[in-house]
């Protein structure tokens, strides 16, 4: 043997003494890891391998994924399926009964089935004024009617009973007021004829207003057409003298005739009117209106 064969042989000693250690340290390693030691070395299909074995892996994970999916799928469904069930279920007939009746209680208005009560209102009575006027209207369309139908005439109104007879030399007088207005009234025996400061009736009271209500007390006792009337009357207006004129006659036919009180009474006719103007105060425009108050 040579030198150098020897040399050779020593340094193929030491080189693998050198690699044991590391060798062994490798494998244990690998046995530490729960790995099996391979006597192949590794190639350049590892790679491959690896992905392979790592597929697997992320399938299991996507396999577990959907299992789970599918147990909560189940578990909701059973959730929802009461919920589902009574929402497709029909309601029950008292449910149907409460929901009409808590309507009719929201929308009835209280009391409207109820019937209503008629009370009868006494009428007030009528004063003298304003009997006159729906006289002297009556009397105004029973003239138009008249008119249109082509009688002269018009109905007149039966007496409450028979006039008394009135000798021709007798003469009744009496005296009527009405605000500021003084009628003097002298009865006669005649025909009816109205005479008020020497001019008729229908001349000196030209609205039949004023003609009803001064005849008034003639026509309600029946004495019209069997007496003359003349009067002299001052003071006041066309009104305040007609209800005068009233007072004055109603008061010459109780003088005729006593027992005509209690019907003229009854009307209204004898009772002296004392409704007049109120007075103007000092410092006012009229008897209660006050002049504008300004603040500022």
């Keep these: 043997m040579t030198d150098d064969e020897r040399k050779d042989i020593d340094a193929q000693d030491e080189g693998d003494q050198a690699a044991g250690p590391v060798a062994d340290q490798d494998s244990s390693s690998s046995q530490a890891a729960g790995e099996e030691p391979s006597s192949t070395p590794p190639t350049a299909d590892a790679p491959e391998a690896d992905a392979e074995s790592q597929a697997p892996a992320e399938g299991s994970a996507d396999s577990a994924a959907e299992q789970e999916g599918a147990d909560e799928a189940p578990a909701e469904e059973s959730a929802e399926s009461p919920v589902a069930e009574q929402e497709g279920e029909p309601e029950t007939p008292a449910e149907e009964t409460e929901e009409p009746k808590a309507a009719k209680k929201k929308d009835a208005i209280p009391g409207a089935d109820l019937e209503p009560i008629a009370v009868e209102q006494d009428e ?12 002297a209207e009556e009397e105004e369309e029973r003239a138009r009617e008249a008119a249109l139908t082509g009688d002269s005439e018009g109905e007149e109104q039966p007496a409450t009973r028979a006039p008394a007879k009135v000798e021709g030399d007798s003469r009744f007088l009496a005296t009527g007021k009405r605000k500021n207005a003084i009628a003097r009234v002298t009865l006669l025996s005649g025909s009816g004829k109205i005479e008020i400061n020497g001019r008729p009736i229908e001349e000196f009271f030209p609205r039949p207003l004023h003609q009803t209500t001064a005849r ?22 066309i009104s305040g003298q007609a209800g005068a004129v009233r007072h004055g006659i109603s008061r010459a036919l109780i003088e005729v005739d006593p027992e005509l009180r209690g019907e003229l009474k009854k009307r209204g006719f004898l009772t002296r009117d004392a409704r007049a103007k109120e007075r103007r105060k000092a410092g006012l425009k009229k008897a209660r209106k006050r002049p504008q108050f300004s603040k500022r």
């Design 124 to 135: 007030r009575p009528l004063s003298a004024e304003e009997k006159a006027r729906r006289e």
């Design 216 to 237: 008034q007390p003639l026509v309600t006792t029946g004495y019209e057409g069997s007496v003359d009337v003349r009067v002299r009357v001052h003071g006041g207006g």
